[in-house]
């Protein structure tokens, strides 16, 4: 450990020999992607696997909610279809008994048997039939494709991460009821990690987007080299200060949220 910081002021000291006049400010690692995780349903929760500190991979499970509101939504969607199918059948049976009652008649009519009103009549009611059939037909599809989208709901009740992260709050416990658009666990992206540190007002002159920068995370021995990604045009009316967010090389580290860092800044020589 010893050795690791002598070599980072002695890059410290090569920085500053070819940059010029520098200065160091302390700073913390933030991720530049925290997520608010919450289910797309309403339900009471079943099962949590993790917990306020756990590292967890893309697609692990947060925690499930139970399935009886999409049951009943399920429930439903079935009996539509077999009222729709049951709809559908009856049109079709009665399609098919006036269509040979009318070819019956067509024949009789070219017998002079029967009269033409009541082939036209017949006519005029196969074709209202005709159309309550169709019309029943696209309600089975309708029906089925109402089950299908509650179907794929069932995916929903299980709650994952959207990417490598850690688990900065967790609000919700088991048999607690989820709310949609109420967050249940708040996550930080590993892989979207920055540091960020307050500059005095007097040194934003010495400082740009782009420049590079030196960076030390001392409680992992992590030496490597950063760019200012951002000044935040803010000023605090306190301390007049503004935040300056750097991106940074990892490296092989494992590196979270929250780590205290330092930065060396560089007045560039002309």
């Known amino acids: ?3 690791l910081q002598v070599g980072f002021w002695i890059v410290a000291l090569l ?14 690692v933030v991720s530049d992607n925290q997520k608010m995780m919450s289910s797309r349903y309403m339900g009471f929760v079943k099962e949590v696997f993790v917990g306020e500190g756990d590292v967890v991979k893309k697609g692990d499970l947060l925690y499930v909610i139970d399935s009886k509101e999409i049951d009943t939504a399920l429930s439903q ?19 098919n008994n006036i269509n040979l009652n009318l070819e ?38 309708q029906a089925k494709q109402k089950k299908q989208e509650v179907l794929s709901s069932y995916q929903y009740l299980k709650v994952k991460a959207p990417n490598d992260s850690v688990v900065i709050a967790k609000n919700i416990k088991v048999g607690e ?28 002159k010495d400082i740009a987007l782009g420049k590079a920068v030196l960076v030390e995370i001392p ?41 205290y860092a330092v930065v060396i800044f560089g007045e560039q020589s002309q």
């Open 1 to 3: 450990m010893k050795k």
């Open 15 to 28: 920085f500053q020999h070819s940059y010029g006049a520098s200065f160091t400010l302390s700073g913390s």
């Open 77 to 95: 969607a079935e009996l539509s279809i077999a009222q729709a199918e049951l709809s559908s059948q009856m049109y079709e049976n009665q399609h």
């Open 104 to 141: 019956r008649h067509k024949r009789l009519l070219a017998k002079d048997m029967v009269s033409k009103f009541e082939v036209e009549n017949l006519e005029l009611s196969e074709q209202n039939i005709k159309t309550m059939l169709e019309i029943s037909k696209k309600q089975v599809l």
């Open 177 to 204: 009821m989820a709310m949609p658009g109420v967050a249940s666990f708040v996550l930080s992206d590993l892989g979207s990690l920055k540091i960020v540190t307050e500059i005095s007002e007097s040194n934003l």
């Open 219 to 259: 409680s992992i021995a992590l030496q490597s080299k950063g760019v200012i990604e951002s000044i935040i045009p803010s000023s605090n009316p306190q301390t007049h200060t503004f935040k300056v967010k750097i991106k940074f090389e990892q490296k092989d580290s494992v590196v979270y949220p929250g780590m």
